[in-house]
């Protein structure tokens, strides 16, 4: 007979941070890294418009997709590394992910600054 109440588990919330953060990194840093490294320091860009962007509400919202999802996928897969490599942490899960999700506040609350 099989267990009529299995326990859930938090995976699927986790593994979407995980991935959104992968598609944001794969996606979006090629950009970022254009942008920041080749077309401010030549002058093709002026570094206030990238100034004047960032205090839009659509801006706010690029820059916590740029640093909230990447940083998650990050702490994930070292979470997942140290298992791999066979050094096992106590609470490992509640320790990597805990610090994500302080990072998500603390980057919500210096946006929200802006």
């Known amino acids: 007979m099989s267990n009529q109440n299995p326990q859930r588990s938090n995976e699927p919330p986790v593994w979407l941070m995980f991935s959104a953060g992968g598609m944001v990194s794969g996606l979006a840093f090629p950009v970022v890294i254009l942008i920041l490294g080749v077309l401010l320091p030549f002058g093709i860009i002026d570094a206030d418009g990238i100034i004047a962007f960032s205090s839009t509400w659509f801006g706010k919202l690029v820059l916590l997709v ?3 999802f990447p940083m998650w996928a ?3 897969r070292v979470h997942h590394g140290m298992h791999d490599i066979k050094v096992h942490v106590p ?3 509640l320790i990597f992910y805990g610090l994500a999700a302080l990072y998500t506040i603390v980057v919500i609350w210096g946006v929200a600054a802006i």
């Open 91 to 93: 609470a490992s899960g």
């Open 66 to 68: 740029l640093t909230i």
């Open 74 to 76: 990050g702490l994930h």
